[in-house]
């Protein structure tokens, strides 16, 4: 039987998520956009109610809950500050399932039991979707390997403790057979983390380019194995895709009930915005698309919890998602008109944020080619 339904159980998470957002982030999302620095104060909130163990077992310090409310939490953080959400994202896609026991004690219990952050390591300045363009290398030394190399748009680097890097231990291979993934602390040698980079949106993350000067990891903590880093990459990438679905759901369904009253009360020729028939009409196509978005999603995220085949859905549903979600924005800020550009209203913060969704986690155009590639295959 197919069922469209919440549990219980999920319901109220989802009302300790709006809530939290609506009271919590909502006070500092405007100034974490304007100063272009994340409240830390608000990520130990979080911290504190769980929020980055959304979808792990209790038996390494998470909840317990699924991947389903994980997206319910992106949804409703994203209504009102996608930094924050962003920020919640790339903590949860390091990919948990490919630790050794010994490694989820070291490394995810501190991640998910709210004690530490991390960060994801990979795309390099020649190498963005072309993923095997990197030229970071880890070079092996005894029981140890040497990481040298610069990555860029790392988010959550600026505060993160766990990097998970990726960098080429044999060169002599195409980089999907010769790519190893590293847990490393931020405190190790050699970890130079820059300022964070100057942004058109999600200014409130944490965003740098991270140099790696001579770092030495021990070969204990290699995730998924010597060579096996690449597919690593692309599985956090999977489960990080439908993440980036529920952030553009969440924005796009934030930015649509701010306009919506907005225009309930502001008059134009006499009567409210919402009176005219062409705004009545898109915005029912907006809402129509948001709910197409959000279905997609769940989809995705079902899909995982059940352990299924997740990659083309993931794909399918964070391009339609993000795609909407751009047009969703782009028409709230119309149905304000001048308001709607200015920063008193937060769509304009939302039309500006919402774009990266059509980039990060994979850009749109390697959404399709994922899609197409399981069609056709």
Same mark, same amino acid.
């Given at each position: 039987?197919?069922?469209?339904?919440?549990?219980?159980?999920?319901?109220?998470?989802?009302?300790?998520?709006?809530?939290?957002?609506?009271?919590?982030?909502?006070?500092?999302?405007?100034?974490?956009?304007?100063?272009?620095?994340? +409240?830390?104060?608000?990520?130990?909130?979080?911290?504190?109610?769980?929020?980055?163990?959304?979808?792990?077992?209790?038996?390494?310090?998470?909840?317990?809950?699924?991947?389903?409310?994980?997206?319910?939490?992106?949804?409703?953080?994203?209504?009102?500050?996608?930094?924050?959400?962003?920020?919640?994202? $790339?903590?949860?896609?390091?990919?948990?399932?490919?630790?050794?026991?010994?490694?989820?004690?070291?490394?995810?219990?501190?991640?998910?039991?709210?004690?530490?952050?991390?960060?994801?390591?990979?795309?390099?300045? +020649?190498?963005?979707?072309?993923?095997?363009?990197? *030229?970071?290398?880890?070079?092996?030394?005894?029981?140890?390997?040497?990481?040298?190399?610069?990555?860029?748009?790392? *988010?959550?680097?600026?505060?993160?403790?766990?990097?998970?890097?990726?960098? =080429?231990?044999?060169?002599?291979?195409?980089?999907?057979?010769?790519?190893?993934?590293?847990?490393?602390?931020?405190?190790?040698?050699?970890?130079?983390?820059?300022?964070?980079?100057?942004? &058109?949106?999600?200014?409130?993350?944490?965003?740098?380019?991270?140099?790696?000067?001579?770092?030495?990891?021990?070969?204990?903590? !290699? =995730?998924?194995?010597?060579?096996?880093?690449?597919?690593?990459?692309?599985?956090? =990438?999977?489960?990080?895709?439908?993440? !980036?679905?529920?952030?553009?759901?969440?924005?796009?369904?934030?930015?649509?009930?701010?306009?919506?009253?907005?225009?309930?009360?502001?008059?134009?020729?006499?009567?409210?915005?919402?009176?005219?028939? +062409?705004?009545?009409?898109?915005? @029912?196509?907006?809402?129509?698309? !948001?709910?197409?978005?959000?279905?997609?999603?769940?989809?995705?995220?079902?899909?995982?919890? +059940?352990?299924?085949?997740?990659?083309?859905?993931?794909?399918? @549903?964070?391009?339609?998602?993000?795609?909407?979600?751009?047009?969703?924005?782009?028409?709230?800020?119309?149905?304000?008109?001048? /308001?709607? /550009?200015?920063?008193?209203?937060? $769509?304009?913060?939302?039309?500006?944020?919402?774009?990266?969704?059509?980039?990060?986690?994979?850009?749109?155009?390697?959404?399709? &080619? $994922?899609?197409?590639?399981?069609?056709?295959?």
């Amino acid at each position: 039987m197919v069922s469209f339904q919440l549990t219980d159980e999920q319901k109220d998470m989802q009302e300790l998520f709006r809530k939290f957002a609506q009271e919590q982030v909502a006070a500092a999302a405007e100034e974490m956009d304007e100063n272009e620095k994340m +409240n830390m104060g608000l990520v130990q909130q979080m911290q504190e109610l769980g929020f980055f163990g959304i979808p792990f077992s209790e038996e390494i310090g998470g909840t317990g809950m699924d991947v389903l409310t994980y997206t319910l939490m992106m949804e409703e953080i994203s209504k009102v500050d996608a930094s924050t959400s962003l920020t919640l994202s $790339v903590h949860t896609s390091l990919c948990a399932e490919f630790a050794t026991p010994e490694q989820k004690e070291k490394w995810l219990r501190p991640l998910v039991d709210g004690s530490k952050v991390g960060c994801f390591s990979l795309t390099e300045p +020649n190498a963005g979707s072309d993923v095997a363009g990197a *030229t970071t290398s880890a070079e092996q030394d005894g029981d140890y390997y040497v990481i040298n190399g610069a990555k860029i748009f790392t *988010t959550n680097s600026g505060f993160a403790d766990t990097f998970l890097v990726f960098a =080429l231990t044999d060169k002599s291979v195409p980089a999907h057979k010769g790519m190893t993934a590293f847990l490393v602390s931020k405190e190790t040698p050699g970890v130079e983390v820059q300022p964070d980079i100057k942004r &058109m949106g999600i200014r409130g993350a944490s965003n740098a380019e991270v140099y790696y000067n001579n770092v030495r990891v021990h070969k204990d903590d !290699i =995730l998924g194995g010597v060579g096996k880093g690449f597919k690593v990459a692309m599985k956090a =990438l999977d489960g990080g895709r439908i993440g !980036i679905a529920a952030q553009s759901v969440g924005i796009a369904q934030g930015a649509l009930d701010e306009a919506i009253k907005y225009c309930k009360e502001r008059k134009q020729f006499g009567k409210p915005i919402t009176a005219f028939q +062409n705004t009545q009409f898109r915005m @029912a196509e907006d809402q129509a698309n !948001i709910n197409a978005a959000r279905l997609l999603t769940w989809q995705a995220a079902v899909a995982k919890d +059940n352990h299924e085949n997740y990659n083309f859905l993931a794909a399918q @549903a964070k391009l339609f998602a993000s795609t909407i979600a751009n047009d969703v924005c782009r028409h709230a800020v119309q149905y304000m008109g001048g /308001y709607g /550009y200015c920063r008193e209203y937060s $769509v304009e913060r939302k039309l500006r944020d919402v774009k990266i969704c059509e980039i990060y986690e994979g850009t749109s155009e390697v959404m399709k &080619m $994922v899609m197409s590639g399981s069609m056709l295959r």
